[in-house]
């Protein structure tokens, strides 16, 4: 069984900052790792998919990066519309226990 | 166009079995490599992958609640269906059907008495 450790759980941060997300899995997974954003009272919707690939119509400030066990996923320039819930996700099967990204 | 539609009670009682059944069109899960799951987001809680059956009828099931899962599809009908026992109000949640990317909108169950 694949577990899936997502941090950190929620973080703060000023529009135009930088902002990291990391999830790890307990098994090598390869490249086989989506990463999803969720709007309050919205269906998630894939930003990422095979750890790096950018989702079509879906802005390159969206970046991921990873392979094996350790994955990253980044906003290069903080917006105020990327205010959600961000989780990371093992092939189509478990989830991480998502980030919380707010606008300081 | 893909697109998926969740049905089935909203209301059940602790100890009852859930049976939820997701309609899809626009793939066929007769189709090499293609497979249907579940996922579910208690309210105001993370997502929670619960099952998922492919094509050749290989089915997966979170660890946690494989004792409870059983996934089926009619390829015929273009439905899969997830059946849940034992519910328990902690099994409130919007229940979402999935292929790839593509969610369906969703269903909220509520288990209480």
């Known amino acids: 069984d694949i577990q899936m450790t997502q941090s950190p759980s929620s973080l703060s941060a000023s529009v135009g900052d930088r902002v990291t997300i990391t999830c790890q899995a307990s098994h090598d997974i390869s490249k086989y790792l989506n990463w999803y954003q969720q709007k309050p009272g919205k269906v998630p919707k894939l930003l990422i998919y095979d750890a790096s690939n950018l989702e079509p119509g879906v802005s390159s400030r969206f970046s991921g990066r990873g392979s094996g066990t350790d994955f990253t996923f980044t906003i290069s320039s903080l917006q105020p519309e990327d205010i959600a819930t961000y989780y990371c996700?093992?092939?189509?099967?478990?989830f991480g226990g998502g980030t919380k990204v707010e606008i300081k | 166009q893909i697109t998926l539609k969740e049905s089935g009670h909203t209301l059940v009682k602790p100890t009852q079995t859930l049976t939820l059944t997701c309609t899809f069109s626009?793939?066929?899960?007769?189709?090499?490599?293609?497979?249907v799951g579940w996922i579910r987001q208690p309210p105001g809680k993370a997502l929670e992958w619960l099952a998922l059956?492919?094509?050749?009828?290989?089915?997966r099931y979170s660890p946690s609640l494989k004792s409870r899962l059983t996934i089926t599809k009619d390829t015929s009908k273009n439905q899969v269906v997830l059946t849940m026992t034992n519910m328990d109000p902690v099994d409130t949640g919007t229940y979402y059907c999935v292929y790839e990317d593509h969610w369906g909108q969703g269903t909220l169950v509520t288990v209480s008495s």
């Open positions: 996700q093992q092939g189509w099967l478990t």
């Open positions: 626009g793939f066929s899960l007769t189709t090499s490599g293609v497979g």
């Open positions: 059956i492919y094509w050749n009828d290989d089915k």
